[in-house]
């Protein structure tokens, strides 16, 4: 069997995915269920990129002309999902800070008030 480019490089970042999970499970900055999801995650994106015909009954099904195409639409999908809930996170958690900053500066205030 001769790997592709797209193939090598689908390998290697799945790699790459697997020891960024390992490292960050190792700082104890993921719990152990993210790290089996992202490690799960990596897993299967390298047994998808060795093996990309496990996908030729979806990719036919679905009337796609390659696997490629299945698997950059699946990408895109992926990252706007990402994408919205970084978004979302991230909103939730300047709501957050604008609410400790408010109830600090009222905080503040009513102390300076006081020592008058």
Do not use: C
């Not at 480019?5 to 689908?10: A, L, N, T």
């Not at 009337?63 to 999902?81: A, N, Q």
């Amino acid at each position: 069997m001769v790997l592709s480019g797209v193939q090598i490089i689908g390998i290697l970042f799945g790699l790459f995915l697997l020891y960024l999970a390992f490292i960050h499970q190792k700082r104890k900055e993921f719990t152990m269920k993210e790290w089996i999801a992202w490690s799960g995650l990596a897993i299967i994106f390298i047994i998808f990129a060795v093996f990309p015909q496990i996908l030729d009954p979806i990719t036919v099904r679905l009337k796609f002309f390659r696997t490629l195409d299945l698997m950059v639409i699946l990408g895109f999908m992926f990252m706007i999902v990402a994408i919205f809930f970084t978004y979302t996170l991230s909103r939730r958690n300047q709501k957050n800070i604008e609410t400790i900053i408010r109830s600090e500066a009222i905080r503040e205030t009513l102390k300076s008030i006081k020592k008058r």
